[in-house]
């Protein structure tokens, strides 16, 4: 059954490709923030792995919602490694060691990454593409990712 809710086929499927790309973001984050948690070392191991537990948690849950919207669109969601590696713009790669402070980088810089890509897209995607849902929706998310991110800053201090 055709999609309609008042924006266009064209405006939805651009939309649902930039969330698409943020899908995969989040899936590579998902990824390196179970990395960290199960290959974290050194003496703040306790607390720091459960941080890392509540982190990945809440990506999971990014991650299910952000397919949904891309699914709200009437467009399927990327559900691959392979696509999701194409498609990012972060690398799976984590740079320098296992303890707490070169992991929280790493994540940090994965999610001001995600900060700026959703940014560039919330006015783009209610003005020109008429999706006011949508940028409500990335909004909102952005500002999880500016909290998470301020948390994770506050670790490194």
Known sequence: MKTSIGISDANRKTVAEQLAKLLADEFVLYTKTLN?????????????????????????????????????????????????????????????????????????????????????NVNEFADAHKDVGTSDYITGLMEKHEKTAWMLRAHIK
Do not use: C, M
């Open 36 to 120: 960290a948690h199960w290959n974290l070392e050194g003496p703040d191991f306790h607390s720091v792995h459960l941080y890392f537990e509540e982190l990945y948690e809440q990506s999971a849950e990014t991650i299910d919602s952000v397919a949904e919207r891309i699914r709200q669109l009437g467009h399927y969601a990327p559900a691959t490694l392979k696509d999701f590696l194409e498609l990012t713009h972060l690398t799976e790669k984590l740079k320098g060691g296992n303890t707490s402070g070169s992991l929280i980088k790493n994540l940090l810089e994965d999610h001001e990454s995600i900060i700026e890509f959703i940014r560039g």
